[in-house]
């Protein structure tokens, strides 16, 4: 049987790419019109159908010119109560490419259209339509007390609740918040990152996933050294995810 973390597909109707990660150095290198040293690795390289004729696959080319050249950069990263996640979206005037780690070893690079890119970045955060959530507005907390409620919510309830009634916060939101972090399914991080020639702009959103507790913004402000969580839903947040890239890709 093939080791799957081995196996290489270059799907040209898909556009997608799926390497082992290890090949990227490699291919990068190729790509820069670099030699590549280990014969191994460029006997890999043309046994999965990267490397023709001491050229790579078009489709190839694509995608890692978008990758090493971009006008924009999406980094979205996801962390949840079991597992980690991370993608990454390069982006151009004219194509996208999507990237996603299947696993510790794996890399897939998928072609997109540039004007798709809000729909992606949505399904890449897993952003999907729910039932209407029974809570409203917003509350500020310190970080130190978000953390704190964090670390024992899973074990101590009640602890978790006395650190936010210390902090200040009235009835409805201790209980709002308790529940809402009590089902937390990730916190999605996402940057936006404008390149034009020696100018770079950066926007950043965090999303709470709480399940069937409904979707909340996550604001920091560094200096006063607080979090603000505010209920949102899957209307507001696509338009946010929509108004977080340059006009272009909108």
């Given at each position: 049987?093939?080791?799957?973390?081995?196996?290489?597909?270059?799907?040209?109707?898909?556009?997608?790419?799926?390497v082992?990660k290890?090949?990227?150095?490699?291919?990068?290198?190729?790509?820069?019109?670099?030699?590549?040293?280990?014969?191994?690795?460029?006997a890999?390289?043309?046994?999965?159908g990267l490397?023709i004729r001491?050229a790579?696959?078009?489709?190839v080319?694509?995608?890692?010119?978008?990758?090493t050249?971009?006008?924009?950069v999406?980094?979205?990263?996801?962390?949840?109560?079991?597992a980690?996640?991370?993608?990454?979206?390069?982006?151009?005037?004219?194509r996208?490419?999507?990237?996603?780690?299947?696993?510790?070893?794996?890399?897939?690079l998928?072609q997109i259209?540039?004007k798709?890119?809000?729909?992606?970045?949505?399904?890449?955060?897993?952003?999907?339509?729910?039932?209407p959530?029974?809570f409203?507005?917003?509350?500020?907390v310190?970080?130190t007390t978000?953390?704190?409620?964090?670390d024992?919510?899973a074990?101590?309830?009640?602890a978790?609740?006395?650190?936010?009634?210390?902090?200040g916060?009235?009835?409805?939101?201790?209980?709002?918040?308790?529940?809402?972090?009590?089902?937390?399914?990730?916190l999605?991080?996402?940057?936006?990152?404008?390149?034009h020639?020696?100018?770079?702009?950066?926007?950043?959103?965090?999303?709470?996933?709480?399940?069937?507790?409904?979707?909340?913004?996550?604001?920091?402000n560094?200096?006063?050294?607080?979090v603000?969580?505010?209920?949102?839903n899957?209307d507001?947040?696509?338009?946010?995810?929509?108004?977080l890239l340059?006009?272009?890709?909108?």
């Amino acid at each position: 049987m093939i080791d799957p973390s081995r196996r290489v597909v270059v799907d040209h109707e898909r556009r997608l790419l799926s390497v082992p990660k290890r090949l990227m150095p490699a291919i990068l290198a190729v790509h820069a019109g670099e030699s590549v040293r280990s014969a191994e690795t460029v006997a890999e390289l043309q046994a999965g159908g990267l490397l023709i004729r001491n050229a790579l696959d078009p489709l190839v080319v694509t995608l890692v010119t978008v990758m090493t050249s971009p006008t924009m950069v999406v980094t979205v990263e996801s962390t949840g109560a079991h597992a980690s996640r991370l993608a990454t979206i390069w982006g151009s005037v004219r194509r996208a490419v999507l990237g996603t780690t299947v696993d510790q070893n794996r890399f897939d690079l998928l072609q997109i259209e540039p004007k798709l890119l809000p729909f992606h970045l949505a399904q890449v955060i897993a952003l999907s339509p729910r039932p209407p959530s029974p809570f409203t507005g917003s509350v500020t907390v310190p970080r130190t007390t978000l953390r704190l409620v964090e670390d024992t919510i899973a074990e101590d309830q009640q602890a978790a609740e006395r650190a936010l009634r210390a902090a200040g916060l009235t009835d409805p939101w201790p209980d709002w918040l308790l529940i809402a972090l009590a089902h937390r399914r990730a916190l999605w991080t996402i940057e936006v990152i404008s390149l034009h020639g020696a100018t770079r702009h950066v926007e950043r959103m965090m999303v709470l996933d709480a399940g069937s507790a409904g979707y909340w913004s996550v604001a920091e402000n560094g200096v006063e050294d607080t979090v603000t969580l505010c209920a949102t839903n899957f209307d507001q947040l696509l338009r946010c995810c929509s108004a977080l890239l340059p006009a272009a890709a909108q």
